[in-house]
Every structure is written in structure tokens, then in C-alpha cells.
């Protein structure tokens, strides 16, 4: 018999392997089922610019004419689709990881955009979108008479 030392920091353990279950979980766009079929979701960087928003979607693979771009009032919408390669006879998967079908991802803008004024660039897969920040302009003041 194998004495076995009790060691209480055994449960960092136990909080580890959740952690990775959580993070596996949040990390897959469609929970636990895995994806849509025909499905999947770019990744996506969104930083804030002092005159720009900038927008980055890897997008590996993709053509740039099976990208669309579009804004409809205060959102922006991205989407395309990743075409699987022809099937060559006589080749056995053992396992196939990469992603094809359609996507699509919508943002909603925290102020009003200009279409007119937003820039887009692909470039080695990697999409950037930028969306120039509108001047806002000093709210003017005014006492209101109460009847």
C-alpha cells in the first residue's frame, strides 16, 4: 500500500480544469454544440483611434471579392464566405480542423458613423476597417420657460 500525502493546493487542480472548460466553452461562437455547419465567426480586434475606430478580422483563406462590407444606420455588418477546396480522389482525412461556409458579424456603433468616410484594406488575410470618429459638435444652451 502507497501512502499518498494530502495536500490541500491539490484543489488548484480541480479549479484549473474548470477553468479550461469555461474558457473552451466561451471560446466556441455556438456553446457547447460546436458550429452551425456551414457556419463560423471570424476573430475580431476592435480598437479605439483618437480620430478612428479600427476594426481587424483575421479572415485566412478568403478571397476579397467573397467579403461584403455594409452599414445600415448605426451598424456595421461583415460578412462573406471561406469556400472549401475541391475534394481530390484517392486523399484520406484523419482529421480536417479548418473552417468553410458563410459568416457574418454585426457591430453597433456608439455614435453615428458617415459611410462616405469609412476605409477598408485586406491585407495577407487580415481585413482593417476604419471608421473615422464624427466631431462632435458643442451642445448649445438654452433656458426653457416653464408655462
Do not use: H
Amino acid at each position: 500500500m502507497t501512502i499518498v500525502r494530502c495536500n490541500p493546493l491539490n484543489t488548484v487542480s480541480v479549479l484549473k480544469d474548470f477553468d479550461t472548460i469555461a474558457n473552451s466553452f466561451c471560446n466556441r461562437p455556438f456553446g457547447w454544440f460546436g458550429e452551425v455547419e456551414g457556419k463560423w465567426m471570424p476573430r475580431i480586434d476592435i480598437l479605439e483611434r483618437e480620430n478612428a475606430y479600427e476594426l481587424y478580422a483575421e479572415l485566412p483563406g478568403i478571397e476579397k471579392k467573397d467579403i461584403t462590407i455594409t452599414i445600415k444606420d448605426d451598424m456595421l455588418m461583415l460578412s462573406g464566405e471561406k469556400k472549401a477546396e475541391e475534394k481530390r480522389e484517392g486523399e484520406d482525412y484523419f482529421c480536417c480542423e479548418r473552417r468553410y461556409g458563410t459568416f457574418q458579424r454585426s457591430f453597433r456603433m456608439a455614435e453615428p458613423i458617415d459611410p462616405k468616410e469609412i476605409t477598408a484594406e485586406f491585407t495577407n488575410g487580415v481585413l482593417k476597417i476604419s471608421i473615422p470618429k464624427k466631431e462632435v459638435k458643442e451642445a448649445k444652451t438654452a433656458k426653457i420657460e416653464i408655462k
